[in-house]
């Protein structure tokens, strides 16, 4: 389908940027261009850009820190909405003595909403410590740690369903969630109310320095990537031990490598393209099927299609 006349219409109605590199809105520093790039401002400015891309039958494409995606070198047809400028200020209420619910719009930096509960001496998310990316994301990959997802932590989510562009709150009973995902395709998440628990700010300080600490000499933060490239096949193996002992740290394509420190992350030496990474994903899912008679799934979000991500 010829998208042009309708990218061409949105190009002249709305403030957004046409063909803009990827690689500048993903952490691995990967990715071609999209035909068009919004950044909405507040839920107006993104309900209208939505409406006029449905109307043009523009395909729209989510994006938030973009620290779970690998973007093609093709880049991504029609209208990428990134949601980092959709925050407001992050509240909290008493729900009982103990309960606090803390709200946030789903452009906030997770990182944002960690300090939040750390100087307000509120426990529960400490487990994020140091994931990069927006709340947003966070729920939508239901991020968190080996044996523990954000997830445990919703009270409420504000929704907007994609199709009909009507917005919809969800309580935590009506979500399902299992690892690293939650059932809500074709959805934007707007924003997010977390149960936490009042706690000893000393203590809550403590546990997200320690988290942190262990999570940068443990992994490689310091590179681009897109952090664990595969899930656990299940919550007694990890990937990263399969890829180690497969014999893969180290194992590059062009500048695509896997991270000597941690075999589950591929890491980007400098320019590395989609396809050098998407062509060492095919070497490590072969090795570990060829040793384990195990397929590795993809954790990380890829989009070959324009579009729409695919795993
Ligand atoms: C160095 C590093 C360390 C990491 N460590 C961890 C870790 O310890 N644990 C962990 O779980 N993950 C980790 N990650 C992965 C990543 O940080 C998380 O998955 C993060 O929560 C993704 O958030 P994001 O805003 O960057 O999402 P993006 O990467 O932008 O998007 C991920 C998916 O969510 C969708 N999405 C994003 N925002 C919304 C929204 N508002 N509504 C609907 N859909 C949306 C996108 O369409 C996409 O499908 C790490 C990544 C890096 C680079």
Same mark, same amino acid.
């Given at each position: 389908?010829?998208?042009?006349?309708?990218?061409?219409?949105?190009?002249?109605?709305?403030?957004?940027?046409?063909?803009?590199?990827?690689?500048?809105?993903?952490?691995?520093?990967?990715?071609?261009?999209?035909?068009?790039?919004?950044?909405?401002?507040?839920?107006?400015?993104?309900?209208?850009?939505?409406?006029?891309?449905?109307?043009? !039958?523009?395909?729209?494409?989510?994006?938030?820190? /973009?620290?779970?995606?690998?973007?093609?070198?093709?880049?991504?047809?029609?209208?990428?909405?990134?949601?980092?400028?959709? @925050?407001?200020?992050?509240?909290?209420?008493?729900?009982?003595?103990?309960?606090?619910?803390?709200?946030?719009?789903?452009?906030?930096?997770?990182?944002?909403?960690?300090?939040?509960?750390?100087?307000?001496?509120?426990?529960?998310?400490?487990?994020?410590?140091?994931?990069?990316?927006?709340?947003?994301?966070?729920?939508?990959?239901?991020? /968190? @740690?080996?044996?523990?997802?954000?997830?445990?932590?919703?009270?409420?989510?504000?929704?907007?369903?994609?199709?009909?562009?009507?917005?919809?709150?969800?309580?935590?009973?009506?979500?399902?969630?299992?690892?690293?995902?939650?059932?809500?395709?074709?959805?934007?998440?707007?924003?997010?109310?977390?149960?936490?628990?009042?706690?000893?700010?000393?203590?809550?300080?403590?546990?997200?320095?320690?988290?942190?600490?262990?999570?940068q000499? @443990?992994q490689p933060m310091h590179l681009p990537?897109?952090?664990?490239?595969?899930?656990?096949?299940?919550?007694?193996?990890?990937?990263?031990?399969?890829?180690?002992?497969? #014999?893969?740290?180290?194992?590059?394509? #062009?500048?695509?490598?896997? !991270?000597?420190?941690?075999?589950?992350?591929?890491v980007?030496?400098?320019?590395?393209?989609?396809?050098?990474?998407?062509?060492?994903?095919?070497?490590?899912?072969?090795?570990?099927?060829?040793?384990?008679?195990?397929?590795?799934?993809?954790?990380?979000?890829?989009?070959?299609?324009?579009?729409?991500?695919?795993?």
């Amino acid at each position: 389908m010829n998208l042009q006349p309708g990218i061409q219409k949105i190009k002249k109605a709305f403030q957004v940027s046409a063909d803009v590199p990827m690689k500048q809105y993903t952490r691995f520093k990967v990715g071609g261009p999209a035909d068009l790039l919004a950044l909405p401002e507040n839920r107006q400015e993104l309900l209208a850009i939505l409406a006029a891309a449905k109307n043009a !039958s523009v395909p729209v494409t989510v994006v938030g820190g /973009g620290s779970n995606l690998l973007v093609s070198d093709q880049g991504i047809r029609g209208l990428v909405v990134v949601t980092t400028h959709l @925050t407001s200020e992050i509240r909290s209420e008493k729900e009982t003595d103990n309960s606090i619910l803390v709200c946030a719009d789903a452009g906030e930096r997770l990182s944002a909403v960690c300090r939040y509960t750390v100087t307000h001496g509120l426990t529960g998310l400490e487990f994020c410590a140091g994931i990069p990316g927006t709340i947003g994301g966070a729920v939508m990959m239901n991020a /968190g @740690t080996a044996s523990q997802g954000i997830c445990k932590k919703i009270q409420y989510l504000d929704i907007l369903d994609l199709d009909t562009l009507t917005v919809k709150i969800l309580k935590k009973q009506d979500l399902v969630f299992t690892y690293r995902r939650v059932e809500l395709d074709n959805h934007l998440i707007l924003r997010i109310g977390l149960a936490l628990t009042a706690g000893d700010p000393k203590i809550v300080q403590q546990r997200f320095a320690a988290n942190v600490k262990h999570k940068q000499t @443990t992994q490689p933060m310091h590179l681009p990537s897109a952090g664990c490239f595969f899930k656990n096949p299940d919550p007694k193996s990890s990937a990263g031990k399969l890829i180690q002992d497969a #014999g893969f740290k180290g194992a590059f394509c #062009g500048d695509a490598r896997v !991270s000597d420190l941690h075999a589950n992350y591929i890491v980007n030496c400098g320019s590395a393209t989609c396809q050098d990474i998407l062509a060492l994903k095919t070497r490590i899912q072969k090795a570990v099927f060829d040793r384990y008679g195990i397929m590795l799934e993809t954790e990380v979000k890829i989009t070959e299609n324009g579009g729409k991500t695919d795993e």
